[in-house]
């Protein structure tokens, strides 16, 4: 990670509420919910290495808490109120954020960070205080070793699970379509490696010889020797695991040396809507990249509508993956809320294990360390939109790109 710089603006950042979604009383308007709020708080990297999805996440939980706010009458009848903190992107400044959430801040509910870095220690804190803690990203099965009983992780699958309808696509096709080699980069990352390593294990298993692979630190920037070693190896599928600036670096690195995988899937880096597209150059450089991912703008899941309508009203344009995965973990959170009628942690807890949430990313379930039960959605990039190609009966189209189109530019 970057870390020059970084602790001192943590230091101050942790010592700062971000911003609250409601008004300084706590009120909303006539039409809205109104009494004593309850504090949800959160902790969130909106600036460091993870600022980019972190801003998506803080921009999701925002859209939920004014829908929730104006629409719904809040919570119990109480309006919603959220106390952001900025972690920096650092594992110590999330765990201070939520000790002084839940000791100082006296918050009543807790949603979780961005990555299973920030996951994995902030989890602790919240289990240690007997808190329910529904985080949105983190699918690190790291998360779900130690036997916690209040973590939830509110997407479908955790991460070596999540690309596995993109194996199944590459062991559909016919044998002279089928690539023959593979190349597997990933940032040292306890997300995105799992999700590297599980198709690496699966396509080696199938016939598909392993030509390449690495890890790099998370602090890379330049990929130009990574791609030249894949070009090298005549790896015909690249699988990386990407978190965002490193997935669109090492196609910027492929565009320099006029590399063209006849495959090439990334983890996280293309479901950044068009930032992703952008930073590697537009569109056409997109087209046919597959990602796995847990939302689609256009799917009919609960509040699905609303959610993509509010959010082009209130920041413009279509939401971030991470935006959709924020702003389904506090419909998990208020759906067992209100479920038991209370803010009891132990009673949430113990309703989440035994039931199912419909969210806008659909049904979610978890086992019961906290892990979900459902699966993934493979998308890929096509005439400068996202589609989902797997499982055909939520797929956006029948069409899937393959060969990789070469580099626009």
Not at 43 to 58: H, K, N
Request: with cysteine.
């Amino acid at each position: 990670m970057k870390t020059v710089g970084w602790r001192a603006l943590a230091a101050l950042a942790a010592l700062l509420l971000v911003a609250a979604a409601c008004g300084d009383d706590g009120e909303t308007d006539e039409d809205g919910a109104e009494g004593e709020p309850i504090r949800i708080g959160i902790s969130l990297p909106l600036t460091g290495d993870f600022s980019q999805p972190g801003g998506a996440a803080e921009e999701g939980y925002r859209v939920w808490a004014d829908l929730t706010n104006n629409e719904a009458g809040g919570i119990l009848g109480r309006p919603v109120e959220l106390v952001i903190l900025d972690d920096a992107s650092s594992q110590d400044t999330v765990v201070t954020d939520y000790n002084r959430l839940i000791t100082e801040e006296n918050v009543d509910l807790l949603l979780g960070t961005f990555s299973s870095l920030l996951n994995i220690p902030a989890s602790a804190v919240a289990e240690r205080n007997q808190m329910v803690y529904v985080e949105p990203a983190g699918g690190s099965p790291d998360l779900f070793d130690d036997g916690y009983e209040f973590l939830f992780f509110a997407q479908q699958a955790t991460a070596p699970h999540q690309a596995d309808k993109f194996v199944e696509w590459v062991l559909s096709l016919p044998d002279d379509q089928r690539p023959t080699t593979a190349a597997y980069p990933s940032q040292d990352d306890p997300f995105a490696l799992p999700v590297i390593e599980s198709i690496r294990d699966q396509l080696t298993e199938a016939g598909i010889e392993n030509v390449y692979e690495t890890v790099y630190p998370p602090d890379t920037a330049n990929f130009d020797t990574i791609a030249n070693d894949i070009q090298a190896s005549g790896a015909e599928l690249v699988a990386q695991g990407a978190v965002f600036e490193d997935g669109v670096g090492l196609a910027r690195s492929f565009q320099r040396i006029d590399f063209t995988p006849a495959v090439l899937f990334q983890t996280s880096a293309p479901s950044n809507s068009d930032q992703y597209a952008d930073g590697i150059g537009g569109a056409d450089n997109a087209e046919g990249v597959f990602y796995a991912v847990s939302w689609h703008q256009d799917t009919p899941t609960p509040q699905n509508p609303e959610f993509v309508a509010a959010y082009d009203e209130q920041f413009g344009g279509i939401p971030a993956e991470d935006a959709a995965d924020a702003f389904a973990a506090a419909q998990v959170l208020q759906t067992a809320v209100e479920a038991v009628g209370s803010l009891d942690q132990v009673a949430i807890k113990d309703w989440l294990h035994s039931n199912t949430v419909d969210t806008i990313l659909g049904e979610l379930s978890w086992d019961e360390t906290g892990a979900p039960q459902g699966e993934f959605l493979l998308a890929q990039w096509q005439s400068g939109q996202a589609e989902i190609v797997s499982p055909m009966e939520v797929a956006t189209t029948d069409t899937v790109v393959h060969p990789k189109p070469e580099w626009a530019s």
